[in-house]
């Protein structure tokens, strides 16, 4: 009986749920209610009020205030910030903003910060306001006793400012402001990166030196290399008579500074690698070096290896790799090229050859033993006969040996006589240019050698890179740089132009004579035809730097009558036996003086025309003419 009435009981204990259930939903429905009267009577409120207009209201400063708050993001303000993108994870992806800028579209490729006009002024704003002094004049005696002390006070305020006075340049951060300030307006076409410390003119109370690095604003996107530039410059300061502010009266030409001439030079012995010395006079301001750190910070994170940075006008340490020991020499692995049909070629066949060289050895994770004389063709020297030269007087041997595991081929031999019997090492020798280097792979001696016979063309370095080869070895061409020594001739003729000029490239010579191959040359080169043709191109007034083989420089005499022209020879003293260049080379060819030759020309020529701001060909714009002769034009132009 128990049992039953307990089982009886139990679904009147579970008939309470629909009880629950149903008063949960009329406490739904009651808070629906209250939010539908709510909404109702916002709506309500919201048609009937009409609050006053700001924009009809001109003493309502309500809408300006919003607009010029620092909280606004209205595009009436310029935002600063930093949008992290790929070129700050991977330092290889200015190659291909290069290639996409190339194509028509904007990149912008630039990762480290340059310094802007308004970071450098944020410092000299913070400084409070220089108080007005007062003076109390009593302007009923006019003629009397105010007068006087009137006159006396503004005797007073001018013999207090003492125009004469020398300046602090190394002391006066607003001094220094105004210097920098100065060189960002002076060169509105460079993005400047650093700035050192003013120096003093020994003699010269009212002069400072300051040195600076730089890019010139269009090489900064797609280049696709880390370069920088170097000036140092002398300004002259004189003194406001009336506020006593000191003021830059003017700005000294190229390289005038030499007082702020710093090298930074590196550490280490014969050519050890080590790190440059950061000079501790170098200034960025507050808001750039946050950036610089954060990029930093974030390569760092990556994993990623910053990239040398090289700055034309410093020191160059083109100083020969060595072995630190014997060991080091032993575990090493080397390659080496004997002979070949390289040497003695135009330059351009060199280059050719030994980028498959230096690929092969990047490859087979090998140093490559590389011969550092040159043999320079004929047709570059004024002699007319072939003449061995400096690897180094014509490629940045220091990016070389920084980017590449590479050793020049006289010191190797000399460490190989010392220890390859001792330590028993091996090398694999092989004449046959179809031994790929997919088959050197395997290959465990110490060295490699390969040696090129006589027969052209199977005597040419750059046949280990054609066939199957050709999609494996990459020619890694970043490795290759143009010398900074003649980079610095470049920079300083661009300076004489304040890096704001146009170029064109006149062909003639031998081909201007050839009518049969070019029947249109001559003419669509004259002096005429070219006023005409730069017209639309080039405005009047501009320096027009004019990169041609016309020997005859007084040819383009009557286009001086609307460009201010300028030729390669125009600045000849720059590698004069007076000139920086002249000596650092001698130095390096062991007092022997080195000829600017025609192949240094060219690529100064080269590198100068295509720094200007727009650049006129001969072939296709200049001429209809083909560039290799009749019927040899592309279908596609």
């Given at each position: 009986m128990l049992g039953r009435a307990a089982a009886l009981s139990a679904p009147r204990w579970r008939g309470g749920v629909p009880d629950l259930r149903t008063a949960l939903r009329s406490g739904g429905n009651l808070l629906f209610a209250l939010f539908v009267a709510a909404v109702l009577a916002f709506t309500l409120l919201a048609a009937v009020h009409s609050p006053d207009d700001p924009l009809l209201h001109p003493s309502s400063h309500q809408l300006t205030d919003f607009l010029t708050s620092s909280t606004?993001?209205?595009?009436?303000?310029t935002d600063d910030s930093v949008l992290r993108t790929g070129e700050d994870f991977n330092s290889s992806s200015t190659g291909a903003a290069g290639e996409a800028a190339a194509g028509g579209v904007e990149v912008v490729a630039e990762a480290v910060?340059?310094?802007?006009?308004?970071?450098?002024?944020?410092?000299?704003?913070?400084?409070?306001?220089?108080?007005?002094?007062?003076?109390?004049?009593?302007?009923d005696a006019a003629t009397g006793e105010g007068a006087a002390v009137a006159e006396e006070a503004a005797v007073a305020e001018a013999v207090s400012c003492d125009t004469e006075a020398p300046v602090d340049c190394t002391g006066d951060r607003?001094?220094?402001?105004?210097?920098?300030?100065?060189?960002?307006?002076?060169?509105?076409?460079?993005?400047?990166?650093?700035?050192?410390?003013?120096?003093?003119?020994?003699?010269?109370?009212?002069e400072c030196d300051l040195a600076w690095r730089f890019r010139p604003a269009a090489d900064a996107i797609g280049t696709g290399r880390t370069t920088y530039y170097k000036d140092y410059r002398r300004f002259t300061l004189t003194r406001d008579v009336n506020t006593c502010t000191l003021v830059v009266d003017t700005v000294g030409e190229y390289h005038s500074g030499v007082g702020a001439k710093r090298n930074g030079r590196r550490k280490g012995k014969k050519g050890k690698k080590g790190k440059q010395d950061v000079p501790v006079t170098d200034f960025v301001p507050a808001k750039t070096q946050i950036r610089l750190d954060e990029n930093t910070a974030n390569n760092e994170a990556a994993g990623a290896a910053a990239e040398p940075v090289f700055v034309v006008g410093e020191a160059v340490n083109d100083s020969l790799p060595v072995v630190a020991s014997e060991s080091d020499f032993s575990r090493g692995k080397y390659l080496i090229y004997i002979g070949g049909g390289e040497r003695c070629k135009s330059m351009n066949h060199f280059i050719w050859g030994f980028l498959c060289a230096l690929g092969e050895a990047q490859f087979l994770n090998r140093t490559l033993v590389m011969d550092l004389n040159v043999c320079l063709n004929a047709r570059y020297t004024s002699s007319g006969k072939d003449e061995d030269r400096d690897f180094r007087l014509y490629f940045d041997f220091e990016h070389l040996k920084e980017s590449a595991s590479v050793i020049d081929q006289s010191q190797f031999w000399q460490d190989w006589g010392k220890w390859h019997k001792k330590d028993r090492l091996k090398n694999f020798y092989t004449e046959d240019i179809r031994m790929t280097p997919m088959k050197l792979c395997d290959v465990k001696d110490t060295l490699i050698m390969r040696k090129f016979g006589s027969?052209?063309?199977?005597?040419?370095?750059?046949?280990?890179?054609?066939?199957?080869?050709?999609?494996v070895i990459k020619r890694p061409w970043h490795f290759l740089w143009k010398s900074r020594r003649l980079m610095e001739i470049v920079s300083a003729i661009a300076s004489r132009m304040n890096w704001d000029f146009d170029s064109v490239h006149v062909v003639r010579g031998e081909k201007a004579q050839n009518t049969q191959l070019w029947p249109n040359l001559d003419r669509d080169t004259s002096p005429d035809s070219l006023l005409m043709s730069l017209n639309d191109k080039v405005g009047a007034g501009r320096y027009l730097y004019i990169a041609t083989n016309e020997p005859d420089k007084s040819f383009f005499d009557p286009l001086k009558e609307k460009y201010k022209t300028h030729f390669l020879d125009d600045f000849k003293y720059l590698w004069d036996e007076n000139s920086e260049w002249f000596t650092e080379t001698k130095v390096l060819s062991n007092g022997k003086p080195v000829e600017f030759d025609g192949y240094?020309?060219?690529?100064?020529?080269?590198?100068?025309?295509?720094?200007?701001?727009?650049?006129?060909?001969?072939?296709?714009?200049?001429?209809?003419?083909?560039?290799?002769?009749?019927?040899?034009?592309?279908?596609?132009s």
């Amino acid at each position: 009986m128990l049992g039953r009435a307990a089982a009886l009981s139990a679904p009147r204990w579970r008939g309470g749920v629909p009880d629950l259930r149903t008063a949960l939903r009329s406490g739904g429905n009651l808070l629906f209610a209250l939010f539908v009267a709510a909404v109702l009577a916002f709506t309500l409120l919201a048609a009937v009020h009409s609050p006053d207009d700001p924009l009809l209201h001109p003493s309502s400063h309500q809408l300006t205030d919003f607009l010029t708050s620092s909280t606004s993001t209205s595009t009436f303000l310029t935002d600063d910030s930093v949008l992290r993108t790929g070129e700050d994870f991977n330092s290889s992806s200015t190659g291909a903003a290069g290639e996409a800028a190339a194509g028509g579209v904007e990149v912008v490729a630039e990762a480290v910060p340059f310094i802007k006009l308004s970071e450098v002024g944020a410092e000299a704003e913070k400084t409070e306001p220089e108080t007005e002094r007062a003076v109390t004049v009593d302007t009923d005696a006019a003629t009397g006793e105010g007068a006087a002390v009137a006159e006396e006070a503004a005797v007073a305020e001018a013999v207090s400012c003492d125009t004469e006075a020398p300046v602090d340049c190394t002391g006066d951060r607003e001094l220094f402001n105004l210097l920098m300030r100065a060189a960002i307006e002076r060169f509105p076409d460079l993005h400047f990166y650093r700035f050192g410390r003013p120096v003093a003119v020994p003699g010269s109370p009212m002069e400072c030196d300051l040195a600076w690095r730089f890019r010139p604003a269009a090489d900064a996107i797609g280049t696709g290399r880390t370069t920088y530039y170097k000036d140092y410059r002398r300004f002259t300061l004189t003194r406001d008579v009336n506020t006593c502010t000191l003021v830059v009266d003017t700005v000294g030409e190229y390289h005038s500074g030499v007082g702020a001439k710093r090298n930074g030079r590196r550490k280490g012995k014969k050519g050890k690698k080590g790190k440059q010395d950061v000079p501790v006079t170098d200034f960025v301001p507050a808001k750039t070096q946050i950036r610089l750190d954060e990029n930093t910070a974030n390569n760092e994170a990556a994993g990623a290896a910053a990239e040398p940075v090289f700055v034309v006008g410093e020191a160059v340490n083109d100083s020969l790799p060595v072995v630190a020991s014997e060991s080091d020499f032993s575990r090493g692995k080397y390659l080496i090229y004997i002979g070949g049909g390289e040497r003695c070629k135009s330059m351009n066949h060199f280059i050719w050859g030994f980028l498959c060289a230096l690929g092969e050895a990047q490859f087979l994770n090998r140093t490559l033993v590389m011969d550092l004389n040159v043999c320079l063709n004929a047709r570059y020297t004024s002699s007319g006969k072939d003449e061995d030269r400096d690897f180094r007087l014509y490629f940045d041997f220091e990016h070389l040996k920084e980017s590449a595991s590479v050793i020049d081929q006289s010191q190797f031999w000399q460490d190989w006589g010392k220890w390859h019997k001792k330590d028993r090492l091996k090398n694999f020798y092989t004449e046959d240019i179809r031994m790929t280097p997919m088959k050197l792979c395997d290959v465990k001696d110490t060295l490699i050698m390969r040696k090129f016979g006589s027969v052209e063309p199977d005597n040419y370095w750059s046949r280990v890179c054609e066939g199957e080869t050709e999609g494996v070895i990459k020619r890694p061409w970043h490795f290759l740089w143009k010398s900074r020594r003649l980079m610095e001739i470049v920079s300083a003729i661009a300076s004489r132009m304040n890096w704001d000029f146009d170029s064109v490239h006149v062909v003639r010579g031998e081909k201007a004579q050839n009518t049969q191959l070019w029947p249109n040359l001559d003419r669509d080169t004259s002096p005429d035809s070219l006023l005409m043709s730069l017209n639309d191109k080039v405005g009047a007034g501009r320096y027009l730097y004019i990169a041609t083989n016309e020997p005859d420089k007084s040819f383009f005499d009557p286009l001086k009558e609307k460009y201010k022209t300028h030729f390669l020879d125009d600045f000849k003293y720059l590698w004069d036996e007076n000139s920086e260049w002249f000596t650092e080379t001698k130095v390096l060819s062991n007092g022997k003086p080195v000829e600017f030759d025609g192949y240094m020309r060219v690529a100064v020529d080269t590198e100068v025309f295509l720094r200007g701001k727009r650049h006129v060909e001969t072939f296709n714009e200049l001429t209809r003419d083909c560039k290799d002769g009749v019927n040899t034009c592309p279908a596609s132009s």
